[in-house]
């Protein structure tokens, strides 16, 4: 990355004595015609073997020209000739650098410097091997001393720029952002607006999310037709990370419409990536499959081909796709950074989380603290994370009832595959008219297993202790489901639960066990439709059975925030109709419109909002209005600890088994026990 000094040789005073039988030679050097001037200078020794000058340029053209290793010994076999000549000892410590032995390079020249401590090139040398070894803070101070030596020497500005640009880039991938922004601002003071600069400054304000900076350093940079494209491709992404998203796809079909004008296959590919790219975000699925086929044509195994087909993949729920495709990018080339953190993207999207963790690790291995995949395992640990929950709540309804109840719950993930539940609930009710009291407590174990990616067995056994005036009893608990993926797109869950009727008092008292068998059902597409479908049949200890058909149409109507609106239908049956006990209807109907709404309100808040309104009808009975709503605010105080407030009202008939309208205001607070899952050394992640 860092210009070295090519023909400092040519300064010397050797060179000023030179033959001028040799002048082509030096012209050759001079343009880069390495090749011609090994050719040239290894005839001209046949007739001079001992000068010393055609020596030099024959051995700098023989490592230049791809054989570094040889011109080192050349010049080892000139040192012992003249041990101790200053440009030898600079050719053959250079040689070392075209060789990309760095390591070998840093002794030699600071020996060089130690003995040399004026001599330019020497201490231009030192700085730029201390900066291909990544020593940006100490090479910067070299070069300074170089540019002390030769305040006007352009090589050494060169060098000073490459370096800086380096130090930046080492200090955004360590999430330093303003010293990355401070370094790259002083390269302006030797090369206003240039370009390089303006491009790494923009790819800054990209990842801390300010698109406005963004985008103004991209209309810097556009002062050229090639480079106003480069521009609108970089504003295309800066205005999908402001979640403008139409914008964005507006900007990047302007920018085809412009390359297709010139001739430059990289660009053209840049532009045509960027515009598929904001197809997708736009979810315009189809025409983005049909660009990427056409463009495939045109270029065959292209990795950012690939890597759209990959992208597609993840948006349209085609994981085993998108996989498929990042592996023919590792195939291609292993150290791909879209190839390795988008196959574990891929990867945890499948649910296979162990394959995931170690892609993001392989990511790390190549790019050292790289913001993405270091968030990405971080995101992992989050959910493997032990957990304790607090959840604490009043409730009160029109039938006169008030109710209390707490629920703990702790959660412990042993690995990516088996997690396993304890919680203790209680709830105390009271009837204000009939002064009748009684308490629940349950204890509960559960059990959770991954079968397979996307197939969850979940078991909770416990048991329910109730009280009520001078009475009690204990009855057993269980709840089983099994959550499935039948095909992409498609979320089944198949479940049983025994639970013991508690809303009340008047209901603990009467010990009615509820046996429920249901199944759930969603459909998603990729056209924001979705269909929710919920069956239940319940087998009460009262001999009453009740039959449960829950259908919700919905429309995805924006992203971010994420509004979701539809049509609800429920059909409710009992067997037997005992309404002084609870609510039983032979045939119970509602239809309601709901809107649901969540979002971030800033970095640490976010909101949830939903409301149904529509009409129930019970039985023959005249249809009635029904309403519900709930609202909550989440804070985070940090990522391991958050609180969420929350209110719901709803006088829908078959909210509670009472059948009453009731109000519920509660906290829930979520806390991570532990810094890391207590597998995280088993992983052996990068640190």
């Not at 803070?137 to 000073?160: C, F, G, H, T, Y």
């Not at 592996?327 to 292993?334: A, E, F, P, Q, T």
Request: aromatic residues 12%; contains cysteine.
């Amino acid at each position: 990355m860092i210009r070295k000094v090519v023909f400092l040789i040519l300064l010397t005073s050797s060179f000023l004595k030179a033959q001028s039988d040799m002048t082509k030679g030096f012209g050759l050097l001079e343009k880069g015609d390495f090749q011609e001037a090994e050719l040239f200078f290894g005839e001209y020794l046949k007739t001079d073997p001992n000068n010393k000058t055609a020596l030099l340029c024959y051995g700098r053209a023989v490592g230049l020209s791809g054989q570094p290793q040889k011109s080192t010994g050349l010049f080892a076999d000139l040192l012992e000739d003249y041990p101790g000549d200053f440009e030898i000892l600079i050719n053959y410590n250079e040689s070392f650098l075209w060789a990309k032995e760095y390591e070998q390079a840093k002794p030699l020249y600071a020996d060089l410097v130690d003995k040399f401590p004026t001599k330019f090139g020497a201490v231009l040398g030192y700085a730029n091997t201390l900066s291909n070894l990544k020593e940006y803070k100490l090479a910067l101070s070299w070069v300074e001393k170089a540019i002390e030596l030769d305040p006007d020497n352009a090589s050494a500005k060169i060098s000073r720029k490459f370096m800086r640009l380096g130090y930046a880039n080492e200090f955004v991938n360590n999430q330093q952002y303003g010293k990355g922004e401070q370094t790259l601002k002083k390269i302006f003071e030797d090369f206003p607006e240039d370009k390089d600069v303006l491009i790494n400054l923009a790819n800054l304000y990209l990842i801390i999310k300010e698109a406005d900076k963004a985008k103004d350093i991209y209309l810097r940079y556009a002062t050229t037709p090639k480079d106003s494209i480069t521009a609108l491709n970089g504003i295309a992404l800066a205005e999908h990370i402001d979640e403008n998203d139409k914008e964005a796809l507006i900007i990047a079909k302007g920018a085809t419409v412009k390359v297709d004008k010139i001739d430059d296959v990289k660009l053209t590919e840049s532009t045509y990536d960027r515009y598929v790219q904001a197809l997708i975000w736009n979810r315009k699925f189809i025409s983005a499959k049909n660009k990427i086929d056409s463009l495939e044509v045109h270029y065959p195994n292209k990795n950012w081909i690939l890597a759209l087909k990959a992208t597609l993949g993840l948006y349209t729920g085609d994981a085993k796709s998108s996989v498929e495709s990042y592996d023919r990018i590792l195939v291609n080339d292993s150290s791909s950074f879209d190839g390795n953190l988008g196959k574990a993207n891929a990867l945890f999207a499948s649910d296979k989380i162990i394959p995931a963790y170690n892609m993001a690790n392989q990511t790390l291995k190549f790019y050292k603290n790289q913001k993405d995949a270091k968030g990405f395992i971080e995101k992992l640990n989050l959910m493997h994370t032990p957990t304790i929950e607090e959840h604490a709540a009043y409730t009160f309804d029109n039938g006169n009832n008030t109710a209390f109840f707490t629920n703990t719950t702790v959660d412990v993930p042993f690995s990516t595959k088996f997690r396993t539940t304890i919680s203790y609930f209680f709830r105390s009710t009271e009837n204000t008219v009939t002064d009748n009291k009684a308490t629940s407590h349950v204890a509960l174990v559960g059990l959770q297993y991954k079968l397979f990616p996307k197939t969850v067995l979940k078991s909770v056994f416990g048991i329910n202790n109730s009280r009520f005036l001078d009475e009690a009893y204990t009855q057993p608990v269980i709840d089983l489901k099994l959550d499935l993926q039948p095909f992409k797109l498609q979320n089944l869950t198949l479940g049983y639960q025994r639970e013991v009727q508690s809303f009340n008092a008047e209901l603990i008292e009467r010990e009615i066990v509820q046996n429920h068998y249901g199944l759930n059902y969603n459909l998603g597409t990729n056209v924001n439709f979705g269909w929710y479908t919920q069956l239940m049949r319940t087998q009460q200890s009262d001999d009453n059975v009740r039959n449960l058909l829950f259908t919700s149409l919905y429309y995805n109507v924006l992203r971010k925030p994420a509004l979701k609106m539809g049509v609800n239908y429920q059909y409710i049956t009992f067997k037997d109709q005992v309404p002084t006990i609870y609510f039983s209807p032979e045939k119970y109907q509602a239809f309601e419109l709901f809107a649901d709404i969540r979002g971030k309100i800033s970095e640490k808040n976010t909101y949830m909002t939903s409301a149904a309104t529509g009409i129930q009808k019970v039985e023959d009975d005249p249809n009635t209005n029904i309403f519900r709503a709930e609202a909550s605010v989440q804070h985070h105080f940090s990522k391991r600890f958050s609180l969420n407030v929350y209110g719901k009202y709803s006088n829908i008939a078959s909210a509670t088994a009472a059948g009453f309208e009731f109000t519920e205001i509660g906290l829930k607070a979520k806390w991570l026990f532990l810094k890391k899952p207590l597998f995280h050394k088993e992983l052996n992640l990068e640190q």
